[in-house]
């Protein structure tokens, strides 16, 4: 694997010039007479989920176990953050996958004007909430009825949960909808120049302090979903302009370090804050460690998410039906594990304790728990494509006229990988 330096162009190519530099690919699963998805895209895809899915064992994990006192070792020292410096840049990690995916999407969907086929992709979205709600209330069900009595730390899932699971797919479907609607086609007739100036103001109204606070005050969640449409519409720029090409690949990694390293220190300044606060303003309460909450508009995670996108994108890699599998299987691992049943069983673990005792055991042990949280998800989606198979033979059982579909919705086995968080997704997704 690879990241090549770009050729530097002769000269800069016109305002209005609106032809892909990059391959042309499709965000829908792979068909027969579809170009095969793109490995490296699906690798980041991959890579963002694993991002949510350790931001969220860290978030509504070990975060859940800092109001239990003494009993967490350190965590009520103030010497103990130099330990939680992993939190405090983990905590970027999902808001990052997030911005992922939204990229993705908007690099791939843009384009397309009111070609993207809403209706297929809600369809899909809704079978695999309803199916990843199923397996989640019965297994909290099986978990919690365990024969040796031990599964009653198990929080528990119930049908309620279809509308109240996975913030992000909301949030997410509700960017592409817009796109859909009215935004892909206003994007395809900017030139470059006024394509830059809709991004800055746009940048500009979701991080002013004044105009975000007006945006919450209109609707809660109005300024997170402003920061989605940028970064869609970044993701569209990305791929019609092509002009981060320009940018050498160190930039990029030297952009990824620096910001990581902006975020120590910031982490640095806020813990000293709250150290003088708590030492200063005695409340004869434990002293409590707070972590740095990075929301998905921040620009720190839109430098960074394009950043990776734009590594990704240039990463040579042969095409992968392993890498794009388990891309594909990304949505249902957002599904199975941002709730409460899979908090609860990271909750078990006494992360915070085995911080204090070693943070290379900890790591190990906090990838180990995210590796098999992904895993879960895999089987989760094919036992989801396994039954829509099956449920495609039977269709004649079910329907006088198998052959018709409702417009876009009929029963597949395809999947659609967003997130988060990334996720899902995700939002909280991350």
């Known amino acids: 694997m690879t990241w090549p330096q770009p050729a530097q162009p002769a000269a800069p190519a016109p305002a209005t010039s609106a032809a892909p530099a990059r391959p042309a690919t499709s965000t829908a699963p792979t068909t027969a007479h579809k170009r095969p998805r793109q490995s490296?895209?699906?690798?980041?895809?991959?890579?963002?989920?694993?991002?949510?899915?350790?931001?969220?064992?860290?978030?509504?994990?070990?975060?859940?176990?800092?109001?239990?006192?003494?009993?967490?070792?350190?965590?009520?020292?103030?010497?103990?953050?130099?330990?939680?410096?992993?939190?405090?840049?983990?905590?970027?990690?999902?808001?990052?996958?997030?911005?992922?995916?939204?990229?993705?999407?908007?690099?791939?969907?843009?384009?397309?004007?009111?070609?993207?086929?809403?209706g297929k992709s809600a369809s899909k979205l809704l079978l695999q909430l309803l199916f990843a709600t199923v397996v989640l209330v019965v297994a909290s069900f099986a978990v919690f009825r365990a024969p040796d009595g031990r599964g009653s730390f198990a929080a528990m899932v119930t049908m309620l949960d279809f509308n109240n699971i996975a913030w992000f797919i909301?949030?997410?479907?509700?960017?592409?909808?817009?796109?859909?609607?009215?935004?892909?086609?206003?994007?395809?007739?900017?030139?470059?120049?006024?394509?830059?100036?809709?991004?800055?103001?746009?940048?500009?109204?979701?991080?002013?302090?004044?105009?975000?606070?007006?945006?919450?005050a209109l609707a809660f969640g109005l300024r997170t979903f402003g920061g989605g449409v940028l970064l869609y519409a970044i993701g569209g720029y990305m791929r019609r302009f092509d002009t981060?090409?320009?940018?050498?690949?160190?930039?990029?990694?030297?952009?990824?370090?620096?910001?990581?390293?902006?975020?120590?220190?910031?982490?640095?300044?806020?813990?000293?804050?709250?150290?003088?606060?708590?030492?200063?303003?005695?409340?004869?309460?434990?002293?409590?460690?707070?972590?740095?909450?990075?929301?998905?508009?921040?620009?720190?995670?839109?430098?960074?998410?394009v950043a990776m996108f734009e590594l990704f994108l240039r990463l040579r890699i042969p095409t992968s039906r392993v890498i794009n599998y388990l891309a594909s299987a990304t949505f249902m691992v957002y599904l199975i594990h941002s709730n409460s049943f899979f908090y609860s069983i990271w909750g078990r673990v006494h992360w915070i304790d085995l911080l204090a005792a070693s943070p290379k055991a900890f790591v190990l042990e906090w990838f180990e728990w995210a590796l098999l949280t992904f895993a879960c998800g895999v089987v989760a989606y094919a036992v989801y494509q396994l039954l829509s198979a099956i449920l495609r033979l039977m269709r004649p059982l079910f329907l006088r006229d198998p052959g018709r579909h409702v417009g876009a919705v009929s029963v597949g086995a395809g999947g659609v990988s967003v997130g988060a968080g990334a996720a899902a997704g995700a939002g909280a997704g991350a």
């Not at 690798?43 to 350790?54: D, E, F």
């Not at 930039?251 to 804050?273: H, P």
């Open 40 to 118: 490296n895209v699906e690798l980041l895809r991959i890579v963002a989920m694993l991002m949510i899915v350790l931001h969220h064992i860290i978030m509504d994990g070990a975060m859940s176990q800092s109001n239990i006192g003494v009993v967490v070792g350190g965590f009520t020292e103030p010497h103990f953050y130099k330990r939680l410096l992993i939190f405090h840049i983990a905590s970027t990690w999902g808001p990052v996958g997030n911005a992922v995916f939204i990229l993705i999407s908007g690099y791939f969907l843009v384009g397309k004007g009111r070609k993207v086929n809403i």
């Open 170 to 216: 909301g949030y997410y479907f509700l960017v592409v909808l817009v796109g859909f609607l009215f935004l892909n086609e206003m994007l395809d007739r900017f030139t470059e120049r006024q394509y830059l100036v809709f991004l800055l103001a746009l940048l500009g109204v979701v991080s002013f302090q004044w105009s975000g606070a007006l945006l919450e």
């Open 244 to 305: 981060f090409r320009r940018i050498r690949a160190w930039v990029w990694w030297a952009v990824i370090i620096m910001v990581n390293a902006l975020v120590v220190v910031s982490c640095y300044n806020s813990t000293q804050t709250h150290i003088k606060d708590w030492t200063q303003n005695p409340t004869g309460q434990p002293f409590q460690h707070q972590i740095d909450i990075y929301p998905n508009y921040s620009l720190w995670i839109i430098i960074l998410g």
